[in-house]
């Protein structure tokens, strides 16, 4: 268990992420891969086309489409154990709340090149982006199933705006690319066992290479407005609640998700 959350905390307040090495134990770990790889064979199978020319994860990993629900709980149960919550909550004191989780891995494709954004990009024009980072953010927590190159970040960004080169190559203006190195990037190398805890908004990207299989947990501060963005099938069913050791992430989630509607 952690014994620095306020440490980590304040790290993660300067800089948008953290690293804990070997946090998991190797039977932790190879359980963990066991249900996750059933889901990706069988997401693989079903998303063939997808897979083979594009794709680098799939999302709704505790979703019911792959997995049956002992092997459901088995990941409710992980994601929501004591030692993910005390990170969790080191970040996030008050209420934390479920997102969905996504899986990453290596494009089948060779010519695709890892590339620098932040999440918020997706959703956002540039100035809905300059607001989004200085409102609350989503936390990412990268578990890898194997060792991998892991993640190239931009330490501060979570709170700050693009510097020029980061703009133009992260928007592609200019004539760049958004695969071109940053010179304010830092590569942080994962083994398994090691947990990155990130902001999806910093700038940052996946370093493509090595046999990567990576489970990042999404997890948000219930005082910004995400709990639209969660799909109903990657929570856990009623029937599940009583079979968890600790419900309260998902609970957080569903709640917010009731006083919605
Ligand atoms: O690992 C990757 O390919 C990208 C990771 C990423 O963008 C994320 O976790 O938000």
Redesign the pocket.
Known sequence: MIDNPSQLKSHYDQQGYFVIRDYFTGAEISSLREVVLKFHQLWKKDNETFYKEEA??SSLITGSEYLSFDDRVKLFNFISSKKIMAVVESVIPAKPSFMNT?L?FNPVNPQQK?FW?R?CQYDHEVEEQKKAILETQVV?L?VPLFDELG?ELVPGTHKRWDNEEEYNVRQEKKGRLSSENLSTGKAIKLAAGDLLV?S?DMI?????GMD?L?L?ILVFDPAGDFADYVDDDCLPETSMLSQLDDPSLYMNTLHLKSIKR
């Open positions: 680098f994860n996504q990453f890892d954004h999440d990412h990268r993640l990130f999806a940052h990207r996946g370093l493509y990567r990576a990042d």
